[in-house]
């Protein structure tokens, strides 16, 4: 058995639901123990954050990821066991397999190997791993991260393990994320009987025409980088479940992706002003829970796009689509940062799984990229 795949399934052997780590971070430390990396373990509220670095100079290559998984859903719709890894048909299955334990066994292996074979090197190797990813992801990578700028140990470059790919491994990285802002809006009217409307004020009609409003609003073009911001409402509710009540309040919530091409104080205030012109009585709650990063395109980028194409024999897309990532915690420290892991088919779903032959081709792309990064040239 292939090392990536041996620790890809004692990983996912581990049932480590957000923001549990499940022992995860002990086998990784057991591991890479024996190349003298030093350990940190930073634990805030109930999440377990791993600092493990080898070496003091310049430059630090860091590989962050996170052993936390999303709940498994009903366990009467998986084929197997969510934490007991199976192999079938080339497929590993098992909750984590494709996000993102298959990604972290990958880094350690690559760090292994590289260090196995280049006994001096010019730089440092860290590793960076929360169990606060999947969840409100506020007491990990976020909270390790204040901890290294508050003692001035910068991160140069940094690989994040999130399935990344589209169909073939390789075939994408990301360079970006766009931003993720929440609104709660309650509108406010007057509760009533269904059959005297003229003594209430029903929210449900005072809100359609703004919320169409902000439905069809374009917030932004977009740029060389990012797809058009988008707004989407994820839920509405009102009433009091009785059907002949007019309700006194509506709650919507809503979510803006947006792009760098707009500001935050931006769309609030054209929020705030489609509200305000449809003389809605409302107030409104804001959450931005991460802003637009794009790294910059330089050492790291290059290394990438050479290693996919020297392993893969392909030419890589660089993207900022999907959710949100650490890599918002990270790149706004000052280092440069992409997203490179798995094919991400079957994330988050049931039956989860990933392939197994990929998993050390991207192991050896890991391993490519520290060369790039970290040898002299013509070493």
């Not at 809006?185 to 929210?203: D, M, S």
């Not at 706004?332 to 988050?348: D, K, M």
Request: net charge negative; hydrophobic share 40%; charged share 25%.
């Amino acid at each position: 058995m292939s090392a990536t795949l041996e620790l890809t399934k004692a990983l996912i052997h581990c049932p480590s639901i957000t923001p549990n780590d499940g022992g995860c971070q002990t086998l990784i430390i057991n591991r890479l123990k024996a190349f003298d990396f030093k350990f940190e373990a930073m634990r805030f509220g109930d999440v377990d954050n791993l600092w493990a670095r080898l070496g003091t100079d310049s430059p630090l290559v860091v590989f962050a990821g996170h052993t936390d998984v999303v709940p498994t859903g009903p366990l009467d719709a998986w084929h197997t066991d969510p934490f007991e890894p199976i192999e079938s048909n080339d497929f590993l299955y098992g909750r984590g397999a494709t996000d993102m334990k298959s990604g972290l066994a990958a880094m350690v292996v690559a760090a292994e190997n590289f260090i196995a074979k280049n006994k001096e090197f010019t730089g440092s190797i860290g590793f960076l791993i929360t169990s606060d990813e999947e969840g409100a992801s506020i007491d990990g990578t976020k909270k390790v991260m204040e901890v290294l700028e508050a003692r001035n140990e910068k991160i140069d470059f940094c690989i994040i393990g999130e399935a990344s790919c589209e169909k073939t491994l390789g075939d994408q990285i990301r360079v970006g994320r766009r931003g993720s802002f929440h609104g709660k809006l309650i509108i406010h009217g007057k509760q009533g009987h269904v059959a005297f409307p003229e003594r209430a004020t029903n929210p449900i009609h005072a809100c359609f025409d703004a919320l169409s409003e902000l439905t069809k609003e374009q917030w932004d073009e977009g740029n060389d980088f990012f797809p058009p911001t988008t707004f989407q409402i994820s839920n509405i509710h009102s009433g009091t479940g009785a059907t002949n009540v007019i309700p006194g309040d509506l709650e919507v919530l809503f979510n803006f992706r947006f792009s760098t091409a707009v500001t935050v104080k931006e769309l609030q205030e054209r929020v705030m002003n489609i509200l305000s012109k449809h003389k809605l009585n409302f107030n409104l709650h804001w959450d931005l829970s991460g802003s637009p990063f794009l790294t910059q395109q330089g050492k790291l980028v290059t290394a990438t796009e050479e290693a996919i194409h020297e392993i893969m024999d392909i030419d890589t897309k660089l993207s900022t689509g999907g959710g949100t990532s650490d890599g918002r915690f990270i790149a706004t420290c000052g280092a440069e940062v992409v997203e490179l892991g798995p094919v991400n088919t079957s994330a988050h779903q049931v039956n989860e799984y990933t392939s197994i032959s990929d998993l050390d081709k991207l192991m050896k792309i890991y391993e490519r990229i520290l060369e790039k990064l970290l040898l002299d040239v013509g070493n």
